[in-house]
Structures are given as structure tokens and as C-alpha cells.
T-cell receptor, first 114, second 115 residues
Framework: GNSVTQMEGPVTLSEEAFLTINCTYT??????LFWYVQYPGEGLQLLLK?????DKGSNKGFEATYRKETTSFHLEKGSVQVSDSAVYFC?????????????FGTGTRLLVSP | NAGVTQTPKFQVLKTGQSMTLQCAQD?????MSWYRQDPGMGLRLIHY???????DQGEVPNGYNVSRSTTEDFPLRLLSAAPSQTSVYFC??????????????FGPGTRLTVL
């Protein structure tokens, strides 16, 4: 079936360090891929998305490229800030008709220290 | 716009009690859904609705009921709470799940503990 695998956390970085959070997926067909972010005590917010192979999603300095050949959608940021501390979820959406279900990874907690 | 609102924020129940988690959105979204979030398991879809009067089951529907009598509201009912239903529950809504209007907006969550 369809699934998403994320690297386990927590990921602990110093401010201005480079961030990579790995995400790989298993899916039939051509899913859309998403990164969501959850700040403490809040619901999930869409961070970025890509709907087809080789698309790059970007937002707030974060980027991820839809790699069909490696079934990956790794999240990257060149210089993290303390305010980026949160839980990051990779997700895919599939279905050709009707309601397209979101399948989430387990989440990766990022902790950024000053 | 208030976006997606959920009540209550916290709830403690005893095994066998019933309750309703409320979810409302003021964005005129057609699609609404309920997820539960458990440690190490990400979010899992419980039930969803593609419009008023239309609901369907998600990945983990057992023990939960839903209805959608209006576009704005999508309550989740636990008929007889069990400790396995201890979780954080999120409601989400979107215009659709296709094209440019497909972003899902999530509520702040309800943390439920069943003793």
C-alpha cells in the first residue's frame, strides 16, 4: 500500500546550520507530495508541496524536490533559525477520483538552539 | 475568518462514556476530515466528508461516528470511549483536493484522555 517513511528525530542543530530531513515514499501511480509543519500546541500547517516528478516546492527558505527515480522528497534549509523548531511531517496524497487521502509519515522533531 | 475551530481543547473521559468533539470552519470548504495523532504513528484518517450529507470512512473508523448536516460543522462522536482512543484529534478542511484550492487547513486539536 501507500506509505511514507521519515528519518527519526529529534534532529538537533545550532542556529544557521544546514538542515536535511529525509523522506521516502511508496505509492502506486503518481502521488502529490507535501511537507507540513506543526509548531508546539498548534495544528499542522502546509509548508510546501510538489505535484509531479522534478517539481521543487519552496516556502520560508525550505525546499524539497520530487524525485521519482529515488521515490524521495527530502526537506532542506540552508540556515535554520530557532523559530524553525517544530515537528515536520512528510505526506503523500493519492487517488484518481473523489476524495484523495493524505498519508502521513511519523514526523521528525527539529530542535534549533541559539 | 476564524479558520478551523475545535472544542474542547482538552477532555478526560472514563471508559464507556460518550462525547462529541466539535469542529467548525467558516471558509465555505466542501471537504472536511478527522485525524488522530498518536506518538510514532503520524496522523491517521478517521472519517471524511466531501459535502453536507456525505460522509465516508477513513483508515481507522471503528469506535467513531460522524455526520455532516451543514457545510460548516463536522462533529466526531465517540459512543463508548476506550483507553485506545486516547489521542490528539485534528479536524481539517479544504475547498477540494485537486488543483490550486487543495490546501488542507487544520484546527488546533483536541487532546483526549480516556481512563
Amino acid at each position: 500500500g501507500n506509505s511514507v517513511t521519515q528519518m527519526e528525530g529529534p534532529v538537533t542543530l545550532s542556529e544557521e546550520a544546514f538542515l536535511t530531513i529525509n523522506c521516502t515514499y511508496t505509492a502506486t501511480g503518481y502521488p502529490s507530495l507535501f511537507w507540513y509543519v506543526q509548531y508546539p500546541g498548534e495544528g499542522l500547517q502546509l509548508l510546501l508541496k510538489a505535484t509531479k516528478a522534478d517539481d521543487k516546492g519552496s516556502n520560508k527558505g525550505f525546499e524539497a524536490t520530487y524525485r521519482k527515480e529515488t521515490t524521495s522528497f527530502h526537506l532542506e534549509k540552508g540556515s535554520v533559525q530557532v523559530s524553525d523548531s517544530a515537528v515536520y511531517f512528510c505526506a503523500l496524497r493519492w487517488g484518481s477520483t473523489g476524495f484523495q487521502k493524505l498519508v502521513f509519515g511519523t514526523g521528525t522533531r527539529l530542535l534549533v538552539s541559539p | 475568518n476564524a479558520g478551523v475551530t475545535q472544542t474542547p481543547k482538552f477532555q478526560v473521559l472514563k471508559t464507556g462514556q460518550s462525547m462529541t468533539l466539535q469542529c467548525a470552519q467558516d471558509m465555505n470548504h466542501e471537504y472536511m476530515s478527522w485525524y488522530r495523532q498518536d506518538p510514532g504513528m503520524g496522523l491517521r484518517l478517521i472519517h471524511y466528508s466531501v459535502g453536507a450529507g456525505i460522509t465516508d470512512q477513513g483508515e481507522v473508523p471503528n469506535g467513531y461516528n460522524v455526520s455532516r448536516s451543514t457545510t460548516e460543522d463536522f462533529p466526531l462522536r465517540l459512543l463508548s470511549a476506550a483507553p485506545s482512543q486516547t489521542s490528539v484529534y485534528f479536524c481539517a478542511s479544504s475547498y477540494s483536493n485537486r488543483g490550486k484550492l487543495d490546501e488542507q487547513f487544520f484546527g488546533p486539536g483536541t487532546r483526549l484522555t480516556v481512563l
